[in-house]
């Protein structure tokens, strides 16, 4: 298991645009779907991760506890899913039934939006204002498998309700650590060296 930081993206970088097919609906979803909202959250997972199964719970809880708010959530998978078939499209729809996924779990085939983002582990979280500009980046509490601390979602969480109050969000942001976005060969980012 190899421990990969965010690159923690510049903030106020605008969200790069996508549309990826939702593994459960079928359906393209892309960045303009989310119009309206007053903050958008983009959590780059997966399925085998130690670090997405030890959150995976809390990730259900914020996109049921932010349903009814100007909230969009999506979430991407950009696994080899040849390499890690635990991460291609049917296992994610399995998972994404079994946790009760409120929000759409897309598959970046490609990849191309994983560098968009500049994705670099699972779990990686973006958070943006209702301008579409990067307001968090960063872990989503400071819990880790083994650490022995709750899974909460408490930095992620202040940063949501900072937004919706119309109040800054803390510049005080902590990388997410998980393991590295499994890149196909040709398609691995300059910045992994």
Not at 110 to 139: E, H, I, M, S, W
Request: net charge positive; charged share 25%; glycine share 6%.
């Amino acid at each position: 298991m190899s421990l990969t930081p965010s690159t923690m993206l510049p903030l106020g970088t605008p969200a790069p645009a996508f549309s990826l097919p939702d593994v459960v609906s079928g359906k393209t979803v892309s960045l303009n779907d989310f119009a309206g909202k007053k903050a958008l959250l983009v959590m780059f997972i997966c399925r085998h991760c130690p670090y997405v199964v030890h959150v995976k719970e809390e990730l259900a809880k914020l996109g049921k506890d932010y349903a009814a708010k100007p909230v969009g959530i999506v979430a991407i998978s950009a696994n080899d899913a040849d390499k890690y078939p635990d991460d291609a499209p049917d296992k994610l729809k399995e998972m994404a039934k079994e946790l009760g996924f409120t929000f759409p779990f897309c598959h970046d085939e490609t990849q191309a939006v994983a560098k968009a983002y500049t994705a670099a582990c699972t779990p990686d979280l973006f958070l943006f204002d209702a301008n579409r500009k990067l307001a968090y980046r960063g872990q989503l509490d400071d819990s880790r498998p083994g650490n022995g601390k709750p899974v909460t979602g408490r930095d992620l969480r202040a940063a949501i309700d900072a937004l919706l109050a119309g109040k800054p969000v803390s510049q005080d942001q902590k990388a997410s650590i998980g393991c590295n976005i499994k890149w196909k060969p040709k398609n691995e980012p300059a910045y992994f060296g």
